[in-house]
């Protein structure tokens, strides 16, 4: 293989990242702990890059980000500074992981650049003769693998990262391998044994169609293949400890494992805000509808369409929705189905 990129200065990918500002001690503790400094760099940079992806989570309000287009949302949320974030408000975009990431190579002296893809950004970085790119927040997925999930969900999975790969040449311009792959010199304390998602899902599956107390709460009492499987997805949430933007997105991929590909044409995800006492409260309704064909996900759907059954994700697993539920929780919700381009969930 012949890598990609490296005759070029790391300006040509991006901006060199001079933060005026720094994360406080305890994240910067947090986040090189186990660092292999005697090591080589790609060692380092990728202990790093792990470290960093098990501490922050991504930023609910951003996964709902087509919800709000004030300049308000954005300095408080997209434009926050790296050290607005510690270990408790820990939510991160990709602007902020980018900078996060970037301030930690810069500080073990690994020059790095943010590339700036329109409003998404990522990592390029150099050593041992090869171009890395860092993304840990966009949904990608193993080349043996069917699901997608980006690597801050990944990592409170414990699932291998993804994200974190050399580019080399093919026919179509470059080709990202996982640093995994690569048969580089690592470094032990990068050495994780990660799970395997398919057998991983499957056992717990397994033990689940077999236990008798694992239906959703508030499910009504009926015999549903449908209603069977989003049970299960409630209780494969409940053995995992994450935040509400990866459970979406581990919910999204166990659809994925749990309906056949026909099935999932009649599921749609509708992102809600809903206000309380205490703010807003960012999530989705997860709408399946056997009578119509969803062309898009994330999209506004017409209240009268609204069939099936219906479920929100929430305090830690999936609450089922009646029609009015779902119809009250929806109409309460602002700007519904507002696409911004260049923005992924």
């Known amino acids: 293989m012949i890598p990609y990129g490296i005759d070029k200065p790391l300006e040509h990918y991006g901006k060199v990242f001079k933060p005026d500002v720094r994360p406080g001690k305890k994240f910067i503790k947090r986040a090189e702990k186990d660092l292999p400094l005697e090591s080589n760099d790609i060692s380092i940079a990728l202990k790093l890059y792990n470290n960093l ?32 974030i510690n270990l408790t ?49 966009s949904l990608n997925q193993e080349e043996k693998d069917d699901y997608t999930m980006d690597d801050l969900t990944r990592s409170k999975l414990g699932l291998r990262p993804n994200g974190l790969g050399a580019l080399f040449q093919d026919e179509n311009g470059a080709r990202k391998i996982n640093i995994y792959d690569l048969g580089l010199n690592l470094a032990e304390s990068t050495q994780i044994d990660y799970v395997d998602f398919k057998d991983r899902t499957n056992s717990i599956v397994s033990a689940l169609v077999n236990c008798k107390s694992f239906k959703i709460r508030n499910i009504p009492d009926i015999q549903d293949r449908v209603i069977d499987n989003f049970s299960l997805i409630n209780n494969l949430l409940l053995e995992e400890n994450l935040g ?34 205490n703010g807003f409260n960012y999530g989705e309704i997860i709408n399946f509808n056997e009578k119509e064909i969803r062309e898009h996900k994330h999209e506004a759907v017409d209240m009268k369409k609204i069939g099936g059954y219906s479920f929100k994700y929430g305090n830690g697993s999936l609450e089922y929705l009646t029609p009015r539920k779902t119809r009250k929780a929806i109409e309460d919700s602002n700007n519904i189905g507002i696409e911004i381009e260049g923005f992924s969930k």
Not at 55 to 79: H, M, P, R, T, W
Not at 247 to 264: D, G, M, P, V, W
């Open 53 to 84: 992806n098990e501490i922050v989570e991504y930023d609910e309000e951003v996964l709902a980000f087509n919800q709000d287009l004030s300049i308000e949302f954005l300095q408080k949320v997209y434009n926050q500074t790296i050290d607005m």
């Open 89 to 137: 408000n820990n939510r991160v975009t990709c602007k902020t992981h980018a900078e996060l990431y970037s301030f930690f190579l810069t500080k073990h002296n690994i020059p790095c650049v943010i590339n700036e893809s329109g409003p998404h950004r990522s990592v390029y970085f150099k050593a041992e003769g090869l171009l890395f790119n860092a993304d840990a927040t």
């Open 244 to 277: 509400s933007a990866s459970a979406i997105k581990y919910i999204n991929t166990l659809i994925k494992s749990l309906f056949t590909k026909e099935e999932q044409k009649h599921i749609v995800y509708i992102p809600i805000r809903e206000k309380d006492k």
